[in-house]
């Protein structure tokens, strides 16, 4: 399995960017399907986006369509997630995760490596 790290979270106004980056601290990301999932307090955990093992294919979910970019790097072992006009909304905790076989799958349960997470506020 592998290792995931992810950084770049912080506090950021509404309508303001972030870019939130996962790297592989242990093993290498070119053989799985890469996501990213956020987590608000007393909520469930929930897809946000997902890229294919070599890059060409992404997926979003439609409340981040169109304002978040998810890309990957697999020299570098790195996958980012581009955040634009942000909302109060977006507000979670948010989770890099790997997975291997199919892609377009968004449930939680399919995905295998997780990292530790990164916190995002979105302020009013």
């Known amino acids: 399995q592998v290792q995931l790290v992810e950084s770049g979270g912080g506090l950021v106004q509404a309508g303001g960017s972030l870019r939130l980056s996962c790297a592989a601290s242990?093993?290498?990301?070119?053989?799985?399907?890469m996501g990213w999932f956020r987590q608000a307090p007393g909520k469930e955990r929930e897809f946000v986006a997902g890229?294919?093992?070599?890059?060409?294919?992404?997926y979003y979910a439609d409340s981040v369509r169109g304002r978040f970019t998810i890309d990957r790097d697999n020299a570098k072992n790195t996958v980012d997630l581009r955040m634009n006009s942000l909302k109060p909304e977006d507000t979670s905790v948010y989770y890099c995760?790997?997975?291997?076989?199919?892609?377009?799958?968004?449930?939680?349960?399919?995905?295998?490596?997780w990292g530790q997470g990164t916190q995002v506020t979105v302020s009013t």
């Open positions: 242990e093993g290498t990301i070119s053989s799985y399907v």
């Open positions: 890229i294919s093992r070599s890059g060409d294919a992404r």
């Open positions: 995760a790997a997975k291997l076989g199919l892609m377009y799958q968004t449930h939680p349960a399919d995905f295998s490596s």
